[in-house]
Nanobody, 115 residues
């Protein structure tokens, strides 16, 4: 079994920054990709950013140029640096890992951007 533990959410003013972290633990043989998705109230879950084991990244169109994903393979962790935050970035952010041939999700962390 694999567990994902997220941290770093909270309340921030527009234009501010937050850094999310996610650590994978448990019986891990391989992690092909890790990433972050988000879900705002009344909307579906959408890709924020994803990074593969070789460092290939994908970003959602709405966060390109503002968010940066980083992965630390030795520690099975992935971070999401979020800059220039906007109210529309408000959502629950979920960590995801494609690991051991399966898809795993964290419990989610709330990010609220408001003045």
């Amino acid at each position: 079994q694999v567990q994902l533990a997220e941290s770093g959410g909270g309340l921030v003013q527009p234009g501010g920054s937050l850094r999310l972290s996610c650590a994978a633990s448990g019986t891990i043989f391989s992690i092909n990709a890790m990433g972050w998705y988000r879900q705002a109230p009344g909307k579906g879950r959408e890709l924020v950013a994803r990074i593969t084991s070789v460092g290939t990244t994908n970003y959602g169109d709405s966060v390109k140029g503002r968010f940066t994903i980083s992965r630390y393979n030795a520690k099975n962790t992935v971070d999401l640096q979020m800059n220039s935050l906007k109210p529309e970035d408000t959502a629950v952010y979920y960590c995801n890992a494609f690991c051991n041939g399966g898809d795993y999700w964290g419990q989610g962390t709330q990010v609220t951007v408001s003045s």
